[in-house]
């Protein structure tokens, strides 16, 4: 039986080929698209060869996303073996100095660490002994700097560690076991430029999905992103039980984020297809056309340039601003916002007209009447039919006219369902 498996793995092998550039940046700018672009997501019982011999301009952490790949083969009961260039230039060398020949041992047992180089130190981080390793790996490289850089890089590597841990973390099943993905931490220091450079990636169920679990129905990955970084937004609240205490105030980001901006230093956040980018200069956005299953972070930070930087006043400063008076105002209006899901309306087939009617006339016509914004979620809905969906929508877009298009969001929305509502709002807004 074994034997025949191994058989018919091998026979759809596939070769995944490193391109010849496997890097974040081509010519100073960011290709995150291109890099994505390289991971399927779809192997499952397959042998998988991965050639690196062709690359000879990678960039570290970009080869290191290779391993939290490999790892999701494996899950995938894929077999996974590397192939690398006999000289070891560019990928391949990258590969061993990271401790990638590891990959594999490291997920199959607890005890097992990736063995690279102290210089380029890549870390499988499962638990709080992990977390001290990579936090006294990070104070290593800022030895000699500024004091405060030590503190300003343990503070903003501890939020992105409980965040991959807390919220990041990802089970598979391996042989009817149920078992846990580690995430990973690389460092690289580029002596040239004087920059720290690190990532921290996971597997788990990225940005968007746990946010919407306090802040349900997100237009986009991209959004959930920006909505994380925004001071007291955490996607723990609603499943905290509220007789205990709550662990998470949902500010690490927004202290880390701004920590950044005044460092000369720089942030990407991918989660799903969106990205996120934090520099002093903005914060912009962007969705992509590749994803990534879990979220990274890449931070870049340039050493030793400002002397008088003061991680206690600054963070002082950000303190206050995450708790300002502004702040609550903010939540104030965020509460103007009907939220419908329709699954836990309906159940996943959204099909009897006589509940559509009650739910326009009881909920969404009492919210457009207030203002509000109306967002309606489709998530994990089979079918809902044109007339179910008429008795649900025409009349209030009616009421909205063109305006609908701008106060109404669906999210969440499979093809067909889109479709019949385009057609619905064309049609009643004439
Ligand atoms: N690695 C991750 N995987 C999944 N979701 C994440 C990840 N990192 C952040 N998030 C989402 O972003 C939200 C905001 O993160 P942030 O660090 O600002 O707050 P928090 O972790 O909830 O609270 P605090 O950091 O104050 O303890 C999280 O609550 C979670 O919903
Ligand atoms: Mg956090």
Redesign the pocket.
Known sequence: MYQYERKLKKENAVTLTLPQGFAFKDHDVFVFDNLLSFFRWDLHDQQVKIDLSECTAANYQAVALLIPYIWHLVSKNCHVSVIESEDGEGASSMWRMIGGRGAIPVLKSKTQKLKGSDLKPTIAVRDGDDFKEVIQTSEEFTKGFNIEYEKTLRYILS?LL???M???YAHYNHKGHDCQFPSLAQFTYYKGRNELQFIIA?L????KK??EQAYPGQESDEAAIKL??RPQ????FASTDPYKDK????????ISSNIIRRLNASMHIV?GNGLLHVSPRDITGKTLNNRWP??FVLVTISLGSDPTLQLHNLMQEFRTAAYSEQRKAELKEEDNRFYLNIKNEFGSFAEYKPAAIRCRDNKIFPAANSHKEIVIDFDGVSSAPHSFLSALLASPIKTLGMSAYKRMKFVNTPPEIRETIDFILDENTE
């Not at 662990?247 to 927004?254: E, H, P, Q, S, T």
């Open positions: 939020e409980y965040n991959t807390e919220h990041g996971d788990g169920i990225g940005i746990h946010i994380a970084i937004v955490s996607g723990t662990n998470n105030a949902g500010v690490g980001l927004f989660s879990g979220t």
